[in-house]
């Protein structure tokens, strides 16, 4: 198992690779970075310099954090990850990771992985995007939930935008949360609809706690 340490900053996770800060993103299918490659354990990772023309300097604009690039779902899928926010530290193993807690079933588009989150009383199909400061519901019915106000937000490809937000109920696996939701732009609702998922759930339940993100056991466990 290979260990680094990370930080929730601002409603973003940052993970520390080789002297540098990553943004740690299951919601990204292709990680990037200013360096060719890094290495998790005995592992290298090649890496393109941009994703969908976002750069390594672009993406510390909008984040207001100086960051060497994406840690993205190509890499994140190789490991069972350990995401411990108050330890603030991050696990890879490739081996199983045993962690007791409310365990939900792992779909995956593009190495994305999907959740099923119930909202008024349905389950709807959810990315799960540790990149998303806030949540995503792509539904009317979100303007009936509690406002929250506004939130600037940003999206490889589209780049930044604001949006509304609500106060949303939801069940996640045996848990109720209440999500901090906003409405995407139209172009990425659209490549929700394309991919079967009404919506995101951002790190915003990681918060205090640990979470085993277990791709290989097609798993998210909330400890």
Request: aromatic share 10%; hydrophobic share 40%.
């Amino acid at each position: 198992m290979h260990t680094a340490s990370l930080k929730l900053q601002s409603g973003h996770l940052y993970i520390s690779l080789n002297g540098h800060d990553w943004l740690l993103d299951t919601g990204a299918p292709t990680s990037f970075g200013d360096i060719q490659s890094i290495q998790i354990g005995e592992e290298e990772f090649i890496f393109l310099d941009n994703y969908m023309g976002l750069t390594a300097s672009q993406l510390s604009e909008f984040t207001d954090h100086s960051l060497m690039g994406i840690i993205g779902a190509d890499v994140l899928n190789m490991f069972n990850v350990l995401i411990d926010v108050p330890g603030k530290a991050v696990s890879f193993s490739r081996d199983a990771v045993a962690l007791d807690g409310s365990t939900l079933t792992v779909d995956e588009f593009m190495g994305i992985p999907i959740v099923l989150v119930g909202i008024g009383g349905t389950d709807r199909r959810m990315f799960f995007d540790t990149g998303a400061q806030i949540s995503y519901f792509q539904d009317e019915s979100i303007k009936a939930f509690p406002s929250a106000g506004k939130i600037d937000d940003f999206y490889p490809g589209v780049g930044s935008f604001q949006t509304e937000t609500y106060m949303v109920d939801a069940i996640i696996g045996s848990e109720e949360h209440s999500l901090r939701c906003g409405s995407l732009p139209e172009s990425l609702g659209m490549t929700l609809m394309m991919a079967g998922v009404e919506g995101i759930v951002g790190n915003e339940i990681l918060t205090n706690r640990i979470v085993g993100y277990f791709s290989k056991q097609r798993q998210l466990v909330l400890a």
